[in-house]
C-alpha cells in the first residue's frame, strides 16, 4: 500500500483510521490506517467534507455503503493520487461492507 498501512505499521499517533463497525475503540489490528499528513497534503478533508457532511476530523464519523459509494463516485473526478488513495481504502471498505452495515472513521 502507499497511502495506507496497518496497525503494526504506524510510527506514531496522527492516523485517521477506518475501522469496522462503530468505533468504540481504538488502534485495531483489523483497521486500515492514513496518516494525517498524507490526508492533509493530498486535501482529502474537502473530500470528505463534501461527500460526508456529518465528517468529523477530530471525532468519529460512521460511514454507511451508500455514502462510501458517493466518495468513490467523487474521488474518481479527482487527481490520481486521491484516486488511488481512496482506492487503497476502498479496498478495505468492500471487505468491511461484507459483514458490517457501516465502518467508523476515527479522527486525529
Same mark, same amino acid.
Given at each position: 500500500?502507499?497511502?495506507?498501512? %496497518? *496497525? =503494526?505499521?504506524?510510527?506514531? /499517533? &496522527?492516523?485517521?483510521e477506518?475501522?469496522?463497525?462503530?468505533?468504540?475503540?481504538?488502534? %485495531? *489490528? =483489523?483497521?486500515?490506517?492514513? /496518516? &494525517?499528513?498524507?490526508?492533509?497534503?493530498?486535501?482529502?478533508?474537502?473530500?470528505?467534507?463534501?461527500?460526508?457532511?456529518?465528517?468529523?476530523y477530530?471525532?468519529l464519523?460512521?460511514?454507511?455503503?451508500?455514502?462510501?459509494?458517493?466518495?468513490?463516485?467523487?474521488?474518481?473526478k479527482?487527481?490520481?493520487?486521491?484516486?488511488?488513495?481512496v482506492?487503497?481504502?476502498?479496498a478495505?471498505?468492500?471487505?468491511c461492507?461484507?459483514?458490517?452495515?457501516?465502518?467508523?472513521?476515527?479522527?486525529?
Amino acid at each position: 500500500m502507499k497511502y495506507c498501512c %496497518l *496497525n =503494526d505499521q504506524r510510527t506514531g /499517533d &496522527a492516523y485517521f483510521e477506518f475501522q469496522k463497525g462503530t468505533g468504540e475503540e481504538h488502534w %485495531l *489490528n =483489523d483497521s486500515i490506517y492514513l /496518516d &494525517a499528513d498524507v490526508f492533509d497534503d493530498l486535501n482529502l478533508w474537502q473530500l470528505f467534507q463534501t461527500t460526508l457532511p456529518h465528517f468529523n476530523y477530530y471525532g468519529l464519523t460512521p460511514v454507511t455503503m451508500d455514502e462510501w459509494h458517493r466518495l468513490r463516485e467523487a474521488a474518481a473526478k479527482l487527481s490520481p493520487e486521491v484516486k488511488q488513495a481512496v482506492e487503497e481504502l476502498d479496498a478495505w471498505a468492500r471487505t468491511c461492507f461484507l459483514t458490517d452495515p457501516q465502518f467508523t472513521i476515527c479522527g486525529v
